[in-house]
């Protein structure tokens, strides 16, 4: 049993002791162990047996330890089976389906027997779901265009596909109604996470019907799911659902907050307040003292606000997950977050030499047009045969055309490099002598992924120990999804290779290829609390590749890296400067210049 699974049994073991109406502590912490489970960088079934080891987690005591070595022992869990015994079956199933609540749900399972999708779909298209109370023709046709809004979609979206979309429509909707101001986008997006439900959009109007009317005619909706005064949701010609919230401008603070999440961050800045005799919602803020009895609403036009409001920085959104970051506002130790600007350099890209789709001019070039002070170009070493992977040869011509191509286009500094494969045993395609012909080695596992933990662990640490092996590349080999996962990550001992990296000054890359985000952002916390240094790079195989430079800076966010942390923030000759280190100095902060 993976984590995934574990998170999504803890999430409904959070849910039926809701709706039992149990302590909300209790319920919290089944909720907050499930985003454990979900973000736990390791597989918690490789650490079972060691009860201590669990513990250790923050977050989980014993309980919930012991309800991990038995999920991961037997694949059920004794304490759900009995819950769900309580309900009727199907009852969570009801449950995700947008617009059903707990009592709805429970009385579609009791009164009309419906235990499944399926089967509300087929009592709302014979109008029988709309008899039950609070319900209604209006409510049902809602419901029924949700789940068929969410069948042409796969549950996730991956971020390289919403965010386009939610800013390419924020742009239409920005032309096609001049009473929308402030259009931003929230949510998950907002927040940069790997993957998306849906898009949320949120804007500020004196005049919310138009805002709404405009954004339903839009040319790119094919369905209107929901539209009233001042929100509107609807599905585009891509099978994406996006919802719109209007607002007035002095809500737009507030409801921007709570828009973008996560629930978690919304809950305990709810809690601050109340501590502080305040009740926040999506709107502002009002008293909750017994002695002030106007209950007036406090309004913020901006977040910053909210956040100072209740005594503290304005915390970035990608920051806003439950990993300590309201105690580190209140103590001062919020991270000065990396930013897109602070990236100087992009040292992995491949030309039509291996599997890129353009010479290594046209890269050069477009490298040099966004603004970049340096580039390597780092095809594919010979192991690579599907993709066309270089000769020793090959490699040295290769070398060759980019001393060419540096000398001939001016104002961007090109390094010779290669993505180099890290055989089964631990060996690399070139010997130390080619290698060290280079400016970058980007290693890399593309092959032997189903080897076990110990084995593919010593096979990156062996790479690692190379002298000449500037950094590990997509270190875990996942895939994240077009739609569904593709790929699942090789089993690792990270927290052997996190040591390893930081001991022999090896680079870990944090791959911005949305496909990748490899590392992940929790994987980067945990490097970087090793000691760990990173390369944000975008594997671009075309010129639009490079864009991608913002997922992977929105991923090292999310793991708390400073400008200090990513090597490629340095410019060029800061940058050389540093590669010319013997690999053991090459470790600490990095000075950055400014």
């Known amino acids: 049993m993976d984590n995934s699974d574990i998170a999504r049994i803890f999430s409904d073991i959070a849910t039926l002791l809701q709706l039992k109406g149990e302590a909300v ?45 038995e999920l ?24 995700e389906v947008p617009g059903i609540g707990p009592k709805t749900a429970l ?28 319900v209604g023709h209006k409510n049902a046709q809602s419901i029924l265009r949700h789940i068929r809004s969410q069948r042409r979609q796969s549950d996730r979206i991956m971020l390289g596909l919403a965010l386009p979309a939610a800013e390419e429509i924020s742009g239409r909707l920005a032309e096609a109604c001049p009473d929308a101001s402030n259009i931003t986008v929230a949510g998950s997006s907002r927040r940069m996470k790997e993957s998306v439900g849906d898009i949320d959009l949120l804007c500020t109007s004196d005049d919310p019907p138009a805002v709404t009317k405009a954004f339903a005619a839009l040319d790119d909706v094919i369905d209107v799911l929901g539209q009233g005064d001042t929100k509107a949701s609807v599905v585009l010609k891509s099978g994406l659902q996006v919802d719109l919230r209007v607002t007035e401008s002095r809500y737009f603070g507030a ?11 919304g809950i305990n800045l709810r809690a601050r307040a109340q501590s502080m005799g305040l009740s926040l919602n999506e709107y502002g803020l009002t008293s909750d003292s017994s002695s002030d009895s106007t209950g007036e609403l406090e309004t913020f036009d901006t977040e910053a606000g909210v956040y100072e409001r209740l005594g503290l920085p304005f915390i970035p959104p990608e920051l806003r997950e439950d ?13 000065n977050l990396l930013i897109g600007p602070d990236i100087k350099g992009d040292l992995h890209v491949h030309s039509d030499w291996s599997d890129g789709r353009v010479p290594i001019k046209e890269m050069v070039v477009a490298a ?56 089964a045993d631990g060996a690399l395609d070139y010997t130390d002598e080619v290698l060290s012909e280079l400016d970058i080695v980007i290693a890399s596992v593309h092959s032997a992924m189903g080897q076990e933990r110990a084995v593919m662990t010593e096979r990156v640490i062996a790479a690692m120990r190379n002298p000449h092996v500037t950094a590990i590349g997509h270190l875990t080999t996942r895939l994240v999804f077009d739609g569904v996962r593709s790929r699942e990550p090789v089993d690792l001992d990270l927290d052997a290779v996190f040591r390893a990296a930081a001991d022999t000054g090896t680079l870990l890359e944090i791959n911005a290829s949305p496909k990748r985000l490899d590392l992940r952002d929790a994987h980067v916390m945990q490097a ?26 929105g991923t090292a966010r999310r793991g708390w890296c400073e400008a200090r942390d990513v090597v490629n923030t340095m410019d060029a000759r800061a940058f050389d400067e540093f590669l010319a280190l013997p690999k053991e100095r090459r470790t600490g902060k990095i000075a950055v210049r400014t």
């Open 528 to 553: 970087r609390k090793a000691g760990v240094l990173f390369l944000i790079d975008t594997d671009a195989h075309r010129p639009s590749g490079l864009s991608f430079m913002r997922y992977g800076v």
């Open 25 to 69: 502590f209790k319920t919290r912490a089944y909720q907050r162990a499930a985003e454990i489970a979900a973000e736990y960088p390791g597989e918690l079934s490789a650490i079972a047996d060691d009860l201590d080891e669990l513990k250790s987690i923050p977050g989980i005591g014993d309980a919930l330890a012991k309800k991990i070595q």
């Open 255 to 265: 409801l921007l907050l709570y828009f973008t999440g996560s629930k978690q961050h």
């Open 368 to 423: 040099r047009e966004l603004g970049l002070e340096y580039v390597a170009i780092t095809d594919h070493s010979a192991g690579r045969g599907v993709a066309n992977g270089l000769s020793v040869e090959r490699l040295r011509a290769h070398n060759a055309e980019i001393e060419r191509v540096e000398a001939e286009v001016a104002g961007i500094r090109v390094l010779k490099g290669s993505e180099v494969d890290i055989r």
């Open 72 to 95: 991961s022992g037997s694949g059920r869990l004794e304490y759900y089976e009995d819950l769900k015994s309580e309900f009727p079956a199907g009852l969570l199933t009801l449950l």
């Open 323 to 335: 990993h300590g970051e309201i105690e580190a506002a209140e103590d001062g130790l919020l991270p």
């Open 107 to 134: 009385r579609a399972s009791e009164q009309l027997d419906i235990h499944s999708v399926e089967g509300l779909e087929a009592a709302i298209e014979a109008g029988e779901f709309e008899k039950l109370p609070r």
